[in-house]
């Protein structure tokens, strides 16, 4: 059965306001690339027990899935999704700002940033 994109993004948002992330990570400059400043990446997570709704996400939306160490007196498994590729991070973003509620700034500012750092990219060629 084929669903309504808008669906589809209303959904991934609601996740994403429950169980998900939204984050600007710094990762230090890389001597084999000879990289002499840090690099900054947006990325999209959403961390859950039962990966079949993780499963069903990255088939929308692409991404990557993540077994993570165990948690809690149970050791209860967790699942990671994550799209941490800046383009395809700044394309989901732009779709999942009307739908999102709680993480609506946050998306607003990781977008923001991905718009600032393509056009950093683009004044350097």
Same mark, same amino acid.
């Given at each position: 059965?084929?669903?309504?994109?808008?669906l589809q993004l209303a959904y991934l948002a609601a996740?994403?306001?429950?169980?998900g992330c939204i984050s600007i990570s710094r990762h230090?400059?890389?001597?084999?690339?000879?990289?002499?400043?840090?690099n900054y990446r947006v990325g999209i997570?959403?961390?859950?027990v039962d990966g079949r709704m993780l499963d069903y996400i990255k088939g929308v939306f692409g991404g990557k899935i /993540?077994?993570? %160490? =165990?948690?809690?007196?149970?050791?209860?498994t967790v699942?990671?999704?994550?799209?941490?590729?800046?383009n395809k991070a700044q394309e989901l973003l732009k779709k999942l700002i009307p739908?999102?509620? /709680?993480?609506? %700034? =946050?998306?607003?500012?990781?977008?923001?940033?991905?718009?600032?750092k393509n056009r950093q990219?683009?004044?350097?060629?």
């Open positions: 059965m084929k669903q309504n994109k808008g996740v994403i306001d429950s169980d230090a400059p890389r001597a084999q690339c000879q990289q002499k400043s840090p997570h959403v961390n859950q /993540y077994v993570c %160490k =165990q948690y809690g007196h149970g050791q209860a699942y990671r999704w994550e799209i941490i590729s800046q739908h999102l509620r /709680y993480k609506k %700034k =946050q998306a607003e500012y990781a977008y923001q940033f991905c718009c600032l990219e683009k004044d350097r060629l």
